[in-house]
């Protein structure tokens, strides 16, 4: 089956089930026959056709008479998935996206094919005129940058037209990749500089191109890495997979060795396992999920890592367990989110609806306040999204504080960021303006 095939079933499989880009892509890689420059394609042209959804729609919209919305999927997909390569990918030939798209419907629906190719022949021939557009409007900025109106509306609402714009273009690049040192396995070594240079000197060794990063010391930034699962040092559990903003949360929480620590809403697990090798595997790391199946991926992620401070169970962080109140030293809350921090890595989040995002406060702030009954006096609580949204960030701890005297804000204070917040105990962590994920993290004290 060919790489454009394969993505043609990925993206039918996101349109109809509404499956997760990122499952959806791991599932059907893991079974197809294909070599890593397939995978790349693959993987290229699922992210690349939702993440410009809304424009490529425009696109075809301006050429068809009939409009995208009372397409079929198969023949949605398979023009988008044309228009995608025509106008975004230099390296491929127009004539051998507009045959493969069409050879991929002609299987499915003969008679929609010469739609199919006649649509894609229009985009080709008038692909300098109809691509245009002016963002001199909110809907046409929303449509250039593929979101939904509301979520540009809020942005500029939050940062002005000038910010908000600079957010969603740095939303558009591609997200770098880094890993994390985990530092329970330096046994051998001197100290993490040491282990640090090794790891490096081993993926320079297979081509892939590896520095430190400046903001963590067990943070690796990684170019041209491909089948992570594996390499030989993932096997061995030296490195992880992970944003430099999302370990900045375990830094903030900053867990001493030999204390208990609570990680609420813990899957995949990147968290949890970074926290239990900050605490060089001592102490207690219990980490919770609501998900039979996530428990079982911390499990293996622990595992994996050689990690033997970690206890997995299944809980509803909306739900508060007695027999926990008032028992761990660090308490970890990294709420279910918007998630618009880490729409370079899940562009279908682009397209999440208004009313959907709307009911999320309520419920962080709901699993905020069972968090903070977990916490011993003197503990530290930290609170993370994946989000830039503020009513989800500061608007959620605003309304905590107001209503839980015991608990004040705790300066960040071993955070390599330059950020003026850092003292007052939180920090906004935008894609502008640091080039990593956005992020929003809070560390807060029990008095």
Not at 137 to 162: F, M, P, Q
Not at 415 to 444: A, K, Q, V
Request: proline share 2%; with cysteine.
């Amino acid at each position: 089956m060919s790489a454009r095939k394969i993505a043609y079933e990925i993206l039918m499989d996101i349109e109809v089930n509404n499956n997760y880009s990122n499952i959806s892509l791991n599932s059907h890689l893991s079974k197809a026959k294909v070599d890593n420059r397939d995978k790349g394609l693959i993987t290229e042209l699922v992210y690349g056709v939702i993440e410009k959804k809304r424009y490529i729609d425009y696109i075809i919209n301006k050429v068809s008479k009939i409009k995208v919305r009372k397409m079929e999927n198969s023949v949605k997909i398979a023009i988008r998935l044309g228009v995608y390569q025509i106008v975004f990918l230099d390296r491929i030939a127009d004539y051998a996206a507009i045959n493969e798209s069409v050879d991929i419907i002609k299987k499915i629906d003969k008679r929609a094919s010469g739609f199919v190719n006649a649509i894609l022949r229009n985009v080709l021939r008038k692909k300098d005129d109809i691509c245009k557009i002016n963002d001199n409007t909110t809907e046409n900025i929303a449509i250039k940058y593929s979101y939904e109106k509301w979520i540009v509306d809020r942005l500029i609402g939050e940062h002005g037209l000038a910010r908000a714009k600079s957010i969603l273009e740095s939303l558009s690049e591609r997200p770098k990749l880094y890993l994390r040192i985990n530092r329970s396995k330096m046994d051998g070594f001197d100290d993490i500089d040491e282990f640090a240079e090794f790891i490096i000197d081993q993926l320079e060794k297979e081509g892939i191109k590896a520095k430190r990063s400046e903001f963590l010391e067990e943070a690796i930034q990684a170019d041209n890495f491909k089948n992570i699962e594996a390499n030989k040092l993932f096997k061995m559990g030296y490195i992880s997979v992970q944003d430099i903003s999302s370990m900045l949360v375990s830094k903030a929480l900053n867990p001493k060795g030999n204390s208990k620590v609570l990680d609420l809403c813990a899957a995949p697990g990147g968290k949890t396992t970074h926290i239990a090798e900050l605490m060089n595997n001592t102490g207690l790391v219990l980490s919770q999920d609501i998900y039979d199946h996530k428990i079982k991926m911390i499990k293996w992620y622990a595992n994996r890592l050689g990690l033997n401070n970690i206890k997995v169970e299944k809980a509803d962080a909306l739900s508060l367990c007695e027999e926990y109140k008032g028992k761990f030293d660090y308490v970890l809350s990294d709420v279910p989110c918007s998630g618009m921090g880490i729409v370079r890595r899940k562009p279908e989040i682009k397209y999440k609806t208004e009313e959907e995002v709307n009911k999320l406060p309520d419920i962080q702030l709901s699993i905020l306040r069972n968090a903070a009954e977990y916490v011993k006096e003197g503990g530290v609580l930290v609170y993370s999204t994946c989000t830039i949204f503020k009513e989800e960030n500061m608007g959620i701890i605003y309304r905590f504080l107001s209503e839980n005297q015991d608990f004040s804000l705790d300066s960040i204070e071993n955070l390599n960021l330059d950020s003026s917040t850092l003292d007052s105990g939180y920090i906004n962590i935008y894609p502008d303006e640091f080039e990593m994920d956005g992020f929003f993290i809070c560390r807060l004290k029990k008095n």
